[in-house]
């Protein structure tokens, strides 16, 4: 079978950057720390006055685009993911097409078009839909352009303030991919669950503690469905597990449970035992107030073992590096996380082509994925061509009363105008409204 997959990746920030322990925290009257090391963020990327959802998408894929020596003939899907969308009709596909068509020879008629809603795991599912459509032969040798772009902007004053963050991912899903090959292996975990959502209204409405729990049992459910179609995962299988990173605390808080979960009835779970005992069995136990005490044990003293210590620094530390500095990116966020382990990997010379990673998406409302993927020979390459610790060196540093005009700039109930903070150069802007309400695009040199 003829290998599908990412054959490349390339990705756009907000120009803007909120940082949580020099200019949120204070404002707060916040121990810096509880973002630096309890949430795990360093900062957050913002959307500068002439950003939004369309520039940052088509900024992303015209890199991918420009790099690959791509043409629009090229191109028979373009699907955007995004829980960000300003229109409840007119996909942003449609307007990304424009955006590049305006730089490009020749157009995308020809191309399918679309956008995917399901909160943050949407990009998964638009990189399936792609893998599928060339799976089932109709792509007619050409590639699929998947998008995932969002400002995940939270009202001030909202718990999830300290989470934002606005970039996009565009991937390129192609047949015998130079990035990564897609297992067809997948499990899910879906319910219909009240945790996170915007019913028509543009900043979330969210119940944060439950959101945290509901990805957990979520995510549990998409492993055991996984495991039940590709055989039981072993804790050392995988050489990163990309996670979907609301923020880096969250994923500490899944890996630390997966790892329990995966390697009960092995021979880690005994080598284990020896220092921190075997894990709970609920049959051990008189009720369930007593078991999950004693799983709250195991778990506290699980990571405080080298063992685990040892496999977190490995497989996931590496996956976060970007999130750390960017924040949530949403639908983007856990293919960003695949860029950061494998910019981990190239940055420490280690070649890991051929290696398996272990993806993990989530959405809110709410479901899990989880899928096999093998790190193909021209990974090296085409993680080198990145510019994003430029793009994230180079984003201008909000003041807090900077930081509040711009999020009500973007506010759609509000009609404020603002000076951009950045020179846009070699970029799609915003650049104001059609007589339809439509959105309007630029490309500046
Ligand atoms: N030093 C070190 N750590 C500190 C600290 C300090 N001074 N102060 C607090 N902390 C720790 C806390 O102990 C906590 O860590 P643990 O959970 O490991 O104990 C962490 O910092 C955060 O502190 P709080 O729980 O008190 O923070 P909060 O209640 O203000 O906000 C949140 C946390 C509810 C998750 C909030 O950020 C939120 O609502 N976020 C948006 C929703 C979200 O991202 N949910 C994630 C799952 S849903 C999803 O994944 C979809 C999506 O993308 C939105």
């Given at each position: 079978m003829t290998a599908v997959g990412i054959d490349a990746v390339e990705v756009w920030t907000g120009n803007l950057k909120l940082d949580l322990a020099e200019t949120f925290a204070p404002e707060k009257g916040d121990d810096p720390e509880k973002y630096t090391k309890g949430l795990g963020l360093r900062a957050s990327s913002f959307?500068?006055?002439?950003?939004?959802?369309v520039t940052m998408g088509a900024n992303a894929a015209k890199r991918l685009m420009d790099r690959k020596g791509l043409t629009p003939d090229d191109i028979g899907r373009i699907?955007?993911?995004?829980?960000?969308?300003?229109?409840?009709?007119?996909?942003?596909?449609t307007y990304i097409a424009g955006c590049l068509e305006q730089v490009y020879d020749g157009d995308f008629h020809h191309a399918n078009k679309g956008e995917r809603k399901f909160a943050c795991i949407a990009g998964t599912q638009s990189v399936d839909d792609a893998y599928n459509w060339i799976r089932a032969g109709r792509n007619?040798?050409?590639?699929?352009?998947?998008?995932?772009?969002?400002?995940?902007?939270?009202?001030?004053?909202?718990?999830?303030?300290?989470?934002?963050?606005?970039?996009a991912v565009?991937?390129?899903?192609?047949?015998?991919p130079d990035l990564v090959e897609i297992s067809t292996h997948q499990g899910y975990g879906s319910a219909d669950e009240t945790d996170f959502l915007k019913p028509n209204q543009q900043f979330p409405s969210v119940d944060g503690k439950r959101s945290v729990q509901v990805y957990l049992a979520r995510m549990r459910e998409a492993l055991e469905d996984y495991e039940s179609v590709a055989g039981d995962v072993h804790i050392d299988d995988f050489v990163y597990a990309p996670f979907h990173t609301p923020f880096p605390g969250m994923v500490r808080k899944a890996a630390a449970l997966a790892y329990r979960h995966v390697t009960r009835d092995t021979g880690v779970e005994e080598e284990l035992a020896e220092g921190i005992g075997r894990q709970p069995r609920r049959e051990s136990f008189d009720d369930d107030a007593q078991y999950e005490e004693a799983?709250?044990?195991?778990?506290?003293?699980?990571?405080?073992?080298?063992?685990?210590?040892?496999?977190?620094?490995?497989?996931?530390?590496?996956?976060?590096?970007?999130a750390r500095d960017v924040g949530n990116w949403y639908t983007a966020s856990v293919h960003l996380a695949r860029v950061?382990?494998?910019?981990?990997?190239l940055e420490a010379d280690r070649d890991v082509t051929g290696e398996s990673m272990l993806v993990a998406s989530y959405g809110s409302g709410a479901q899990a994925e989880i899928h096999g993927e093998t790190v193909q020979d021209g990974w090296a390459e085409e993680i080198a061509a990145l510019n994003i610790d430029e793009q994230v060196a180079d984003r201008y540093d909000l003041s807090w009363a900077e930081y509040e005009e711009v999020h009500d700039r973007h506010n759609h109930?509000?009609?404020?105008?603002?000076?951009?903070?950045?020179?846009?150069?070699?970029?799609?802007?915003?650049?104001?409204?059609?007589?339809?309400?439509?959105?309007?695009?630029t490309y500046v040199e």
């Open positions: 959307p500068d006055s002439y950003e939004d959802i699907d955007v993911a995004t829980e960000s969308s300003f229109d409840n009709s007119k996909p942003i596909s007619r040798g050409r590639s699929a352009i998947v998008v995932a772009t969002d400002t995940a902007l939270y009202a001030r004053g909202d718990a999830g303030e300290a989470t934002q963050g606005a970039g565009a991937l390129l899903i192609s047949e015998d799983v709250r044990e195991y778990m506290d003293a699980l990571k405080e073992t080298g063992r685990y210590q040892d496999w977190y620094a490995a497989a996931v530390d590496p996956t976060l590096s970007i950061s382990a494998l910019k981990t990997a109930d509000m009609d404020s105008e603002l000076e951009e903070f950045t020179a846009p150069e070699a970029e799609f802007v915003f650049d104001g409204w059609g007589r339809m309400g439509e959105r309007k695009y």
